[in-house]
């Protein structure tokens, strides 16, 4: 008989144990699970709710289950249901009645909060871990290219020269950015709510602060409706996951781009490649495909849960079984995609010449002529006519501006001089850029030092 069999007369049908049962995939909480009912046991006999000595062996019993759960020898049951009657029953089978009263103050509904709360936080702490080695990562990279040219773009043309530095030192924001939504879902995850019970609190004097305390969270929830039924936490996850790929997904479509034989920017190590079946040349980018592939699956995972609790009256409702699988999923692509795509960008060659070679094509310093001739003097509506005027002249005579004489030039205006060819060189245009946050290795080189210092906190 199940554990709430009291008032049925019948057993469940076989067909609802296997939908109804969530142990597939709940058992991965059996650590939160146990800890918490650890937890909650020692609080019931130090408030004399259950005899101290039922305390104690409830609290012996449980940790011996979570031994050998971590050494794997537990057979989690079907027809338990979920990993919390698992553990319950798996107690009183071997401790005797003390086992039934761990119960005492509690419902699934506030001891699934309280679990998945748990595993939340430990995910946004794992999470922040591996983000802090990627910006790492990035910071090295961008250190060792201050003076590497490439061309930056809009529109996917070329637009202006800038450093790979720079180009790093934006996935550096991002990826700071992540860092911190996944700080404040640990926040949002960092209440305790055991003691909602159902959905009405309990009559027994439980001391929730106690509890709290034991399991290390700062705060305790102050609604005992909106305890059992706020997933909120979760969201906030999937929603920082959901980002984070998105941001994984921009850099693996670069490198992708970077890699053709049309850019040349990169080299990926072999380590990180496929081939193909039927091609032998071939030399594939897999592992920055299924990184943007993957990402709308963690998107699915979001407004999966979303979807899940979008119409849900207060208080829980069994349609939030649906909430863990989602989370697991979206953890586990993070979790690997975070993994190995660090590990392939610490593996990656740039091609410097290559880089360099792409910003002195495609006009990149047209903005920087046009600004020569403002500080002439020329208004910039003007200045702006003029160097298009140019641009196309060179299209036609197949030239770059630098290729073109002073005499040429001032065909087009007579404020040219001599000193123009200083301010098209590649370099000058990414070193005159230096206000706080633009690509000049000194502004860059502060963005470093202040991200460095960032990653410390």
């Not at 062996?57 to 449980?62: H, T």
């Not at 909120?232 to 970077?258: K, P």
């Not at 590990?343 to 060659?349: E, I, P, Q, R, W």
């Not at 920087?368 to 403002?374: I, S």
Request: with cysteine; proline share 2%.
């Amino acid at each position: 008989m199940k554990l709430w069999g009291g008032r049925f007369e019948k057993a469940t049908d076989g067909l609802v144990d296997d939908f109804h049962s969530s142990i597939s995939f709940d058992q991965r909480l059996f650590e939160q699970d146990i800890i918490g009912s650890v937890a909650h046991a020692t609080m019931l006999g130090e408030q004399g709710i259950i005899p101290a000595e039922d305390a104690e062996k409830i609290v012996e019993g449980l940790k011996g289950i979570l031994e050998d759960a971590r050494n794997g020898r537990i057979t989690w049951r079907t027809d338990a249901e979920d990993i919390h009657m698992n553990v319950e029953t798996l107690l009183t089978e071997r401790i005797g009645l003390a086992g039934k009263r761990l119960h005492t103050g509690r419902s699934r509904n506030d001891q699934v909060a309280l679990d998945t709360r748990m595993y939340a936080k430990g995910a946004c702490q794992e999470t922040e871990a591996m983000l802090e080695d990627l910006i790492s990562t990035l910071l090295k990279i961008a250190q060792e290219n201050l003076h590497t040219i490439m061309p930056g773009y809009t529109h996917m043309q070329k637009a202006q020269p800038i450093t790979l530095a720079h180009h790093m030192m934006a996935y550096v924001q991002m990826f700071m950015r992540d860092r911190n939504r996944f700080r404040r879902a640990y926040e949002a995850a960092d209440v305790m709510v055991l003691g909602s019970g159902a959905l009405a609190g309990t009559t027994y004097p439980l001391n929730r602060e106690r509890v709290a305390e034991l399991l290390g969270f700062s705060s305790i929830s102050e609604n005992s409706l909106d305890g059992v039924s706020d997933r909120d936490y979760m969201l906030d996850y999937l929603a920082a996951a959901s980002i984070c790929m998105m941001h994984l997904s921009r850099f693996c479509e670069e490198l992708i781009l970077w890699n053709t034989n049309e850019f040349r920017f990169v080299e990926m190590d072999d380590a990180f490649a496929t081939g193909s079946s039927i091609m032998p040349q071939k030399k594939n980018p897999d592992v920055a495909e299924l990184i943007r592939g993957k990402t709308g699956r963690v998107y699915g995972d979001l407004m999966g849960l979303l979807t899940v609790m979008k119409g849900l009256p207060l208080a829980y409702n069994k349609d939030m079984q649906e909430d863990k699988e989602a989370f697991f999923d979206a953890r586990d692509t993070l979790v690997k995609g975070l993994t190995v795509f660090t590990a392939m960008l610490k593996t990656v060659s740039f091609r410097k010449e290559e880089m360099e070679r792409g910003a002195s094509g495609g006009f990149t310093n047209a903005t920087d002529c046009a600004d020569y001739l403002v500080k002439k003097g020329v208004p910039f509506r003007d200045a702006h006519k003029v160097v298009g005027e140019l641009v196309a002249y060179c299209l036609n005579e197949k030239k770059a501006l630098l290729d073109l004489s002073l005499e040429e030039l001032r065909q087009f205006h007579a404020a040219f001089d001599q000193d123009v060819f200083d301010s098209l060189n590649m370099i000058a245009c990414v070193e005159k850029r230096n206000i706080p946050g633009a690509p000049a290795p000194a502004m860059v080189q502060q963005a470093i030092d202040h991200a460095l210092e960032e990653l410390r906190h």
